[in-house]
């Protein structure tokens, strides 16, 4: 054990070391970092590698290895025996077409995984903006809690004044003391949702749970008018990296049909043979081909012509899928916006002007306690349905550009 001295310092040391500094990031350094560190890209990238390696390995000129085959034994003759050798090298060609359907699968498949690999960028994107959004929004809801506890502090004060001077009851101090500790509940569970909104932010992140994070930024209403409905439609069908995905994994299919058809085929192999008998050497050009009687690639025929089959289909429901997708998200977001326009113009300033004067109203006797706590609450609850609004179209806003297909 180190001496007591020593240790006492090493306490104070730690005591005195300064916290770890909190991160300032923006909505758009989150998108960002996310894209960067999320491991739930991992897959997604090591799938586009791995496409992109079998590119090459289909691009070779020639698939398979030349075969090797070699033969000696003794010619055994009455007269004397002689060692006769055979040494044969053949390589096995494709000329129907095979390397080409190949490649072509190939380059469909790493065009379909850089794809996927995009549109998991893009729902990321979209959940690091609504998680953002919620940070942001448990923030200004702790600010509101905390006002609404000093709001509900000034009230109780308020109450014991009256009641010392003989203008009010027992009744409205005991009210004012049950507001108080409403209160304090309320600033609690805004305090645990602000919590639960970082942590839920940093493991999008990828970051630390112990790493402090500074939001930067506001929500706020959107003020732009939104696109046509029409345009954000062809824009996800024709460019939304699923259904792009999709249509690479038909044109994959399809190669893969003809590679399968074209592999029925015969498959000649040229070749060279070196032989010795005699005291003789031989040398001559061997040609051979595969006669498929019984084996003519059925399954893989079969196999490819029902993914083929299937991609068709998946690409036709996807595009329904993205128009309907792009529908909904665009109602929700007209639906996310005029509830955010409700609070705007005047209503909000009026609520924060009655706030400021209703406790002094109280302490002057000229409303009473009941129509302070419905003046307090009625303003409070804006404020936090302001919040909320602002949240949903922040949310809504999220899934809109999801469902068109953009990452910003």
Do not use: C
């Amino acid at each position: 054990m180190f001496p007591r001295p020593l240790r006492l310092a090493a306490l104070l040391l730690v005591a005195s070391a300064p916290a770890l500094a909190a991160r300032p990031l923006t909505m758009e350094q989150s998108v960002a970092l996310a894209l960067e560190r999320s491991p739930r890209l991992i897959e997604e990238r090591a799938e586009a590698a791995s496409a992109q390696a079998l590119l090459e390995g289909a691009s070779r000129l020639v698939q398979d290895n030349p075969q090797l085959q070699a033969a000696v034994g003794p010619r055994i003759r009455d007269v004397g025996n002689t060692v006769e050798i055979n040494v044969g090298l053949s390589q096995p060609l494709e000329l129907f077409g095979q390397r080409g359907a190949r490649k072509e699968a190939a380059r469909a498949t790493v065009a379909a995984r850089q794809s996927r690999l995009e549109s998991s960028k893009v729902e990321l994107a979209a959940e690091v903006r609504q998680a953002f959004g919620a940070v942001l929004a448990s923030e200004q809801a702790l600010a509101l809690a905390q006002d609404a506890l000093s709001l509900a502090e000034e009230g109780r004060k308020a109450a014991e004044e009256r009641l010392k001077a003989g203008a009010a009851s027992h009744i409205e101090v005991n009210t004012a003391r049950v507001d108080l500790g409403r209160a304090q509940s309320e600033r609690v569970r805004a305090e645990r949702r602000r919590t639960r909104a970082h942590t839920e932010l940093k493991l999008l992140l990828g970051l630390d749970p112990s790493e402090p994070i500074t939001p930067d930024g506001e929500l706020r209403a959107d003020v732009e008018p939104a696109p046509s409905l029409a345009s954000l439609v062809e824009k996800a069908v024709s460019q939304r990296q699923d259904v792009e995905a999709a249509r690479f994994e038909h044109e994959a299919a399809q190669a893969e049909s003809r590679l399968a058809r074209r592999q029925a085929l015969p498959t000649p192999s040229l070749g060279v043979s070196y032989g010795r008998e005699e005291d003789s050497n031989i040398l001559q050009g061997t040609i051979g081909i595969d006669l498929p009687l019984f084996d003519r690639n059925q399954a893989a025929r079969g196999v490819s012509s029902a993914r083929e089959r299937q991609a068709r289909e998946n690409l036709a429901a996807l595009e329904r899928f993205a128009r309907t997708e792009v529908e909904l998200a665009f109602n929700r977001y007209l639906t996310a916006q005029a509830a955010a326009e409700v609070f705007g113009g005047d209503v909000l300033s009026a609520l924060q002007e009655n706030l400021s004067l209703v406790t002094e109203a109280y302490r002057a006797g000229k409303v009473d306690f009941l129509q302070l706590l419905i003046i307090r609450r009625d303003a409070l609850d804006a404020r936090r349905g302001y919040i909320e609004a602002l949240e949903e179209l922040n949310s809504a806003k999220a899934q809109l550009l999801k469902a068109v297909g953009n990452i910003q």
